[in-house]
């Protein structure tokens, strides 16, 4: 009698979820230097518009200057280091820093510097840029001087993502917010396989196709989807789309007639806190009974999840095991632990 062995894969150790210098080393080496969404263009629709938007411990602002250009920069005042605008969004024609009254353009360029006779003042004169790009209104951002071109790191996303004509029509109706108990890792983690989806996600499991449910692996992005147990066939071609965008992003494309999406931003806060940031993008700013009850739908997915990532997290500081295994369904982890393995200089 031969007993089969099954060769286990080992994943990310579990202290990398509780590390203070090792989120440290995230913050700069991940969020600093890769392209973040930070909103949609539908928050700075009008000429003064504008949005705060913190990224790893960076303040930022995100505004439409009246050249009808949208911009960003550092939310800190050049001239001694303060933050210069506390609301969260909102419309002005300059932003004036409440230290010495220093006033910037919606641009980020100085307008005013009372304790000044010039305003030439070199590196001085602006508040930091920030390079910005704009795709199907989705406001990305990059926090390296230096960064590439977004479209060389997710070009073959765009071009999936090209496919959703409404995607230019929609705009931000609706925005949730909840700091989770939990490293921006595991909550990833999660998102990654749907082994739980049974046991966790009882609703969830009954609307979509558990025994055809599909995790595809692409370049810096993976994509979920199932086709809906209660559509018609000719309905449920047009099925849901599920996608993870490296590092921290979900995005929840729903097509059809009535065509919406809806995105998730995971931020770090602490090595066991995140931010997550749930949006909800519509063609108009009345939500009908049906996309209501999408909302419903949605949240109380991710209300199971915040559950399981919380009691995820107790597990990571304990003494039991020093890493987990991958089961062989959860290779979109597996993926995603390699990159970032790899973005963080582990051999």
């Given at each position: 009698m031969t007993t089969e062995?099954?060769?286990l894969e080992y994943t990310l150790p579990y202290k990398n979820y509780v590390d203070p210098e090792i989120f440290a080393e995230e913050k700069k080496k991940i969020f600093r230097s890769r392209w973040i969404l930070a909103g949609h263009a539908s928050q700075v629709e009008n000429i003064g518009d504008f949005f705060t938007f913190d990224l790893a411990d960076q303040p930022l602002i995100i505004s439409r200057d009246k050249n009808n250009e949208i911009h960003a920069f550092y939310n800190i005042c050049p001239h001694r280091g303060s933050k210069v605008e506390k609301s969260e969004s909102g419309n002005k024609k300059i932003f004036m820093c409440q230290y010495h009254g220093w006033t910037f353009q919606l641009d980020g360029s100085l307008n005013r510097a009372p304790n000044f006779h010039t305003k030439e003042l070199g590196k001085h004169s602006c508040m930091t840029k920030v390079n910005l790009e704009i795709f199907k209104g989705l406001i990305f951002i990059n926090l390296d001087p230096e960064a590439k071109p977004m479209a060389e790191t997710f070009g073959e996303l765009m071009e999936n993502l090209?496919?959703?004509?409404?995607l230019d029509s929609l705009k931000k109706v609706r925005v949730n917010t909840r700091v989770i108990d939990a490293n921006w890792k595991a909550v990833v983690d999660n998102y990654l396989e749907c082994d739980h989806c049974q046991i966790a996600h009882p609703e969830f499991a009954k609307t979509f196709d558990m025994k055809n449910y599909y995790i595809d692996?692409?370049?810096?992005?993976s994509c979920q989807y199932s086709k809906m147990t209660s559509k018609t066939d000719e309905e449920r071609e047009e099925?849901?789309?599920f996608y993870w965008v490296?590092?921290?992003?979900?995005i929840s494309i729903y097509p059809g007639e009535d065509g919406n999406m809806t995105t998730s931003q995971i931020l770090p806060i602490a090595p066991d806190k995140s931010l997550a940031i749930y949006s909800y993008y519509f063609q108009s700013d009345e939500i009908s009974e049906a996309n209501e009850e999408l909302i419903r739908?949605?949240?109380?997915?991710?209300k199971e999840d915040f559950d399981l990532v919380e009691l995820l997290q107790?597990?990571?500081?304990t003494q039991a095991f020093e890493r987990g295994i991958y089961s062989p369904t959860e290779y979109a982890i597996k993926y995603f632990h390699g990159r970032y393995e790899e973005e963080m200089g582990v051999d």
């Open positions: 062995t099954h060769t090209g496919k959703y004509d409404f692996l692409h370049d810096n992005f099925h849901a789309n490296w590092p921290n992003l979900m739908f949605v949240d109380q997915v991710r107790k597990g990571f500081d």
